[in-house]
């Protein structure tokens, strides 16, 4: 019986149950997972040698083999030898444990064999070749050949054996892009590309194979965000008047004024509310570019006129420090009263009070953390939803939060994690982006310096003498505890450190992820209220925490932090009148990445994330999103043009009107993709 997509693996020949069960634990049970598995890299074995002209290094060879031998040599060590000549010459052929490979050679026959040519005792032989008949669509030899993600006791060998038995299967794969896009993109055919993936006809081939699955997979996220985007915008929304003279009062009562970044995109968020499409905005701005003021621009306008407003935030210090910030920017317009908080620490009696005052309305602003969405909250006037930090909340929260309302409320979202512009159109591409790229001025600049471990004694000393001046520190580590396997500081080890050594008449206190929420709530609290001098933690106080007396920022182990991250912990200080300090401590003396370096030289929150997209692959700013299944298998989301032309024609596709209905796989991959981007 002929193999089909959906058989199990076992049909295939040598694929027996152990075989079988290796390869579930790669998640392939059928053969179209198998072939559905992408190669991580390539061998290239494609460029047959004559003997006599053969280099060190990886060689193919077409050739005959005579007097194979084996041989124990110590201890269990197998040793089989054998000569492989052409017409030009001969050279000599090493396995290691592999006694079966003599009684599997015949004399007479034509081999082709891949392998490292290399000198050994002295020789020079070619060790460990794959071997294989010469044949018109060689497998392990004699070509590009693939890699794959292996384990244990399953070889990229037995994957590509068992996807040799499927290259007439995959021949016929059928196409998934609409076949005008495939035309107008002059992509290789679908069925084509995921031969030339796994079998590659040659690099060229290899390369428009890997443009075609790279164009398939932006086109699908594309086509997925444009598809929710154009359902959020045919969802009714409250049009929210635009009220002049309030927007003209608030200003007029700031106690700074407003930077032209600032005044341009709340003019675009006014101009959004007052439509009956929803609002569906994401507010990117680097730390200390000032969103909070922004986000309470556009609470205005719901909150003069009877709506509720509700921010979400990650954290629950966030959320207070927000609800006081918003409270003191209200206050001059004697609109302070009804902001309110709900976050989960309070006590059940307050937060009672809190839903009935949310019920009621008479808290308007309601402002908190998970909690708004978790507890049975009625906000029936729900007009608008800032959500602060946006990436730190996954989609299902989002939908909860809204579907409290009964209506589409306006989705403002705010985000500190500044990604490139390609990055953030194939993300978030149903959002509409602003970009707040000006920082307010006359902010004091903070001094970011690169340590060595041999210059800590007197780096001590001056933060010593920065607590001196009654200022505070921030020290954060990469780990809580020590590790073995990695050479980085810990908090509870910096912590027992300094407050045994040169710190031991300062106060410390220790924070990080695997304390109780109360506890680090409290300890957090501590700190901002001058309690302790030092706060050695983990990258828990990464988001947005506010201690204006805090000057000095000590990173240990630098080296092991993205640089997106170190720019956010640099934004932790330098917040008040006082200059703020950024040690960036490595773990050893050697000389500062690249990377380090540019940390030291810019302060552009943009630049670095390009930087680091750039050094390090998307993952360095794409990790620390929640980014559920939003994994890109080829594609680079680097490749800008790619992603715009993928983009403007998911665009197109959708313009002209076409039944996307019929294209059935295509519909398949998008519609998982629409749950998983943001906001559906
Ligand atoms: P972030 O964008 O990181 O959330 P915040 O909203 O917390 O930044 O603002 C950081 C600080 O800058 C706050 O103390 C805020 O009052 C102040 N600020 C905001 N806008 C301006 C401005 N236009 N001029 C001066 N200071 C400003
Ligand atoms: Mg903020």
Redesign the pocket.
């Known amino acids: 019986m002929a193999i089909a997509l959906d058989s199990p693996v076992t049909e295939l020949k040598g694929v027996g149950e152990a075989l079988a069960k290796k390869l579930a634990i790669l998640g392939i049970k059928t053969v179209y997972d198998l072939i559905d598995y992408y190669p991580r890299r390539y061998e290239d074995y494609s460029n047959l040698t004559t003997i006599n002209s053969l280099k060190p290094g990886p060689v193919s060879i077409q050739a005959k083999i005579n007097h194979a031998k084996g041989r124990y040599v110590r201890r269990g060590m197998h040793i089989t030898e054998a000569i492989a000549s052409d017409n030009t010459g001969s050279i000599k052929l090493v396995w290691f444990n592999q006694p079966y490979r003599s009684a599997s050679l015949k004399a007479s026959q034509e081999y082709y064999l891949s392998g490292n040519f290399e000198l050994r005792n002295q020789r020079f032989s070619i060790t460990n070749p794959s071997i294989e008949m010469v044949s018109d669509m060689p497998v392990n030899t004699a070509r590009i050949i693939p890699v794959y993600k292996e384990t244990k006791g399953l070889s990229s060998y037995q994957i590509r054996g068992a996807l040799k038995q499927c290259i007439d299967l995959i021949k016929k794969l059928p196409e998934i892009l609409p076949p005008t896009i495939t035309k107008k993109a002059k992509l290789m055919t679908h069925a084509e590309a995921i031969l030339n993936l796994h079998f590659p006809k040659s690099s060229d081939d290899l390369a428009i194979a890997r443009h075609r699955l790279a164009y398939e997979e932006v086109f699908s996220l594309s086509l997925a965000s444009l598809l929710n985007k154009q359902e959020i915008k045919s969802e009714k929304s409250l049009s929210i008047d635009f009220l002049q003279q309030l927007a003209k009062d608030f200003v007029d009562k700031l106690p700074?004024?407003?930077?032209a970044g600032?005044r341009k995109i709340i003019w675009q968020i006014y101009l959004d509310l007052q439509k009956t499409q929803p609002m569906n905005r994401l507010v990117e701005?680097?730390?200390?570019?000032?969103?909070?003021?922004v986000a309470t621009m556009a609470a205005l306008m719901p909150l003069a006129q009877d709506w509720q407003v509700a921010l979400m935030a990650p954290t629950e210090i966030l959320a207070r420090q927000h609800a006081e910030?918003i409270h003191n920017l209200l206050k001059p317009l004697g609109m302070h009263q009804s902001v309110g908080l709900l976050v989960g620490s309070l006590k059940k009696s307050q937060k009672e009070a809190a839903h009935e005052a949310i019920k009621n309305a008479e808290i308007k602003f309601i402002i908190g953390t998970h909690a708004l969405i978790q507890e049975a909250v009625d906000m029936h006037k729900l007009a608008l939803i800032v959500i602060d930090e946006q990436h730190r909340f996954g989609v299902k929260q989002r939908k909860q939060l809204m579907s409290k309302a009964g209506h589409m409320p306006h989705v403002l979202s705010?985000t500190?994690t500044p990604i490139p512009r390609s990055l953030a159109l194939t993300l978030y591409g149903e959002m509409d982006v602003s970009i707040?790229d000006e920082k307010?001025?006359n902010?004091a600049v903070i001094e970011t310096t690169i340590k060595s471990p041999n210059s800590r004694p007197a780096l001590y000393d001056e933060i010593d003498q920065e607590i001196d001046k009654g200022r505070q520190a921030f020290v954060v580590c990469p780990l809580i505890s020590e590790s073995e396997a990695l050479n980085a500081k810990s908090a509870e080890e910096t912590f027992q450190e300094m407050k045994k050594g040169y710190f031991k008449n300062r106060r410390i206190g220790l924070l990080h992820g695997k304390l109780k929420a109360e506890l680090k709530q409290a300890i957090m609290q501590d700190f901002i209220d001058h309690k302790f001098d030092i706060l050695v933690s983990t990258t828990v106080i990464e988001v947005?925490v506010?201690v204006p007396n805090a000057t000095v920022m000590l990173i240990e182990s630098a080296e092991r932090f993205g640089l997106a991250q170190i720019h956010q912990l640099r934004?932790r200080v330098g917040?008040s009148e006082h200059p703020g300090y950024c040690y960036l401590m490595l773990s050893d003396s050697k000389p500062p990445s690249r990377r380090i370096r540019a940390l030291e030289s810019s302060n552009d929150g943009f630049k670095l994330a390009e930087l680091d997209l750039d050094i390090r692959g998307p993952g360095a700013i794409y990790g620390t999103m929640q980014h559920g299944q939003l994994d890109l298998r080829i594609a680079s989301l680097t490749d800008s043009k790619l992603i715009a032309e993928a983009r403007n024609n998911a665009q197109e596709l959708i313009d002209s009107g076409e039944n996307l209905l019929q294209y059935k796989e295509l519909m398949k991959t998008v519609n998982k993709l629409r749950a998983v981007t943001n906001l559906n």
């Open positions: 700074f004024q407003l930077t600032q701005g680097d730390v200390g570019s000032g969103k909070t003021v910030t705010l500190a707040l307010p001025k902010r947005g506010d934004g917040r």
